[in-house]
């Protein structure tokens, strides 16, 4: 039974359209991200279900009841806002209380709610200082406090991490999961970062162009996207465009047998780097092989990331194990996989 | 080059904005009773004597009490209408700014006129309440367009994130709005009760002898003796100015640094 319903929604802006038809369930507790690049609709999406859009047409529901023409006030859903929005003139302690005070909670009540959720987010300290004498993390999370302490039915983040630097993004996405945990809370968060949205999320769906191309669970997208697009927005990927015919792929002088290959016609071909080694003597049974040269050796401590040249044109990423060093720019390989580990795309 | 352009234009500005004033405000303190230097003297007397007179207190009172009155009729509705306007579409935006806008546009002369006429026709001519209603037009602009630019410095998702935990769009504009655009207000404010306090044009259509306000009371005493008690008045009228000129300068500053974050 899903939580939040989102059945065919439309969105122009003038003569322009945001949003082509989206439809997605999500289910109560659940973490979904919607990932997308700038203008996918994503954004859009989201202040829809804040209730800051109307939508053009389309319904959203949760827990059955219509709720697409509910004003923003009385949806009661938390929003974490990219830029935190939080209330220069009050302390930490006041920003955090504001949704308790409107509700006309007891004021005792409200003092203990506040520590609670400030002991949370680990911002005791700072209870009546101003949100701009805080840090961008330590404000992002009062934003995170401020949205969650009404026990929200539904939690939206609005790329939460965007303003923040990388370690301090990770450590946060880790309390973010931490907190999601204990709450229960229904997230949906936007974002435009895949690792961000594989690192948090239950479930991801992924947008461009208005549309959502795929949703389901990050292993789900990585290793069998829908399309061309999934392969390339989420995680690195090789695609080769070539043609299916007879159970064999060909692009220019690259001929694969294929085995489960079924369909014919134009396709690409998608090899996740990790899934192609470079071998320097020829391979043993059940792999393919391509015969390529090292354009480029990256050594990045973790692993060796190569590009290999298959003929003119087709350049590969591969990544490769770092343990006893580099080989060489220049040197005359092996690419060997898996033909299991191939997916055609149309 | 720069500094040379820099220190011409200074000594320029100062030649022609201060430099009469400050001639004319040492007589204040002349013990002569002509306005002519040499002085001959210094003295408090003149000061003594603005105090003294009921007509020159009575005219202080009166432009106090206009000014105060215009002052809060005036924010009111530059207040209400610039928060109006925030709320509409862009070009409804456009039309309702210029006619909230219009009445320091057409010359002053031609507002008196009208407002003589139209507050002769309801019989309020001469009155307190014509003088505050006619400077509360005039002192609304000032107020909307202060307001309004403090209210676009806004974040809006500070609304919105008001909205998204519940609160209706008058608890939204009490407690978020209002505080956050508090600095836009009060300059307003005192731009409304300066105005007021210097006006003349349509003072002198409007007021009665008992409704004299200062700028008329100053005009007249030019007319009739002068004296200086006169340099007296307008040293204090420049001095108000100046305090309150000096008071937004401090608020717009501690505003900028609110809005900063």
């Keep these: 039974m899903s939580f939040i319903e989102i059945q065919s929604v439309n969105k122009h802006y003038g003569a322009v359209q945001a949003l082509y038809d989206v439809s997605l369930s999500i289910a109560k507790g659940e973490f979904v991200t919607l990932l997308g690049p700038s203008g996918s609709g994503k954004t859009t999406l989201l202040k829809i279900l804040a209730g800051f859009d109307p939508v053009t047409s389309g319904t959203i529901r949760m827990a059955g009841r219509d709720i697409t023409s509910v004003p923003p006030e009385r949806r009661n859903f938390g929003l974490v806002f990219q830029g935190y929005a939080l209330f220069p003139h009050m302390t930490v302690a006041d920003n955090i209380a504001y949704p308790l005070k409107v509700r006309r909670r007891p004021r005792g009540e409200i003092a203990e709610q506040v520590r609670a959720m400030l002991d949370l987010v680990q911002l005791g300290k700072f209870a009546n200082r101003k949100p701009q004498e805080l840090s961008g993390g330590q404000q992002q999370r009062v934003a995170l406090a401020r949205a969650l302490v009404f026990r929200p039915d539904l939690l939206l983040l609005d790329e939460p991490m965007s303003a923040l630097d990388k370690k301090l993004r990770f450590d946060l996405q880790e309390e973010l999961r931490d907190i999601h945990r204990r709450l229960g809370t229904t997230f949906i968060n936007v974002t435009h970062d895949q690792e961000e949205a594989m690192h948090m999320s239950d479930s991801i ?83 393919a092989a391509l015969p390529a040269e090292v354009v480029s050796a990256t050594y990045t401590g973790d692993r060796a990331i190569y590009t290999a040249a298959v003929g003119p044109e087709a350049r590969f990423l591969v990544y490769g194990s770092a343990r006893t060093g580099l080989i060489p720019e220049g040197s005359r390989v092996h690419l060997a996989f898996d033909p299991q580990d191939c997916l055609l795309l149309r | 080059m720069a500094r040379s352009i820099f220190w011409i234009s200074t000594v320029l500005c100062l030649a022609f904005l201060a430099l009469p004033l400050l001639l004319v405000l040492p007589l204040a303190f002349n013990t002569s009773s002509f306005l002519t230097y040499p002085m001959e003297g210094f003295t408090f007397a003149w000061f003594g004597e603005v105090f003294g007179q009921p007509s020159w207190t009575k005219a202080i009172w009166n432009s106090v009490k206009v000014a105060a009155g215009a002052m809060a009729l005036a924010v009111l509705i530059g207040g209400l209408a610039a928060t109006g306007v925030t709320l509409t579409g862009r070009v409804l935006q456009m039309v309702l700014s210029a006619l909230f806008v219009s009445p320091v546009v057409v010359p002053s002369i031609v507002v008196a ?31 909307f367009l202060s307001v309004l630019t403090s209210l676009r410095g806004l974040d809006p998702d500070l609304d919105r994130a008001a909205a998204s935990m519940g609160a209706s769009r008058l608890h939204r504009f009490r407690h978020v709005t209002l505080p956050l655009a508090a600095p836009g207000f009060l300059a307003g404010a005192l731009f409304a009760f300066i105005t007021s306090f210097d006006e003349v044009v349509v003072a002198l259509f409007l007021a009665a002898p008992e409704s004299t306000t200062l700028p008329i009371a100053l005009f007249s005493g030019l007319r009739d003796r002068l004296q200086p008690t006169i340099v007296v008045v307008a040293l204090l009228l420049s001095l108000v100015s100046l305090l309150f000129l000096l008071a937004m300068g401090q608020m717009q500053k501690r505003g900028a640094a609110a809005s900063r974050n």
């Design chain 1, 205 to 287: 769906a992924v947008m461009n162009h208005g549309q959502i191309e795929q949703f389901g669970p990050a292993f789900t997208l990585y290793r069998q996207p829908a399309n061309r697009f999934v392969a390339g927005f989420v995680g690195k990927s090789n695609l080769l465009e070539g043609r299916i015919a007879q159970g064999r792929f060909q692009a220019g002088d690259i001929v694969l047998s294929l085995p489960g290959a079924a369909a014919e016609g134009r396709v690409a071909l998608m090899l996740r780097p990790e899934d192609v080694e470079l071998a320097q003597a020829p391979v043993e049974g059940g792999k």
């Design chain 2, 113 to 143: 006129v009208a407002f003589a006429y139209a507050f002769g026709r309801a019989g309020l001519s001469g009155s307190y309440a014509s003088l505050v209603l006619a400077h509360a037009i005039l002192g609304a602009p000032l107020v």
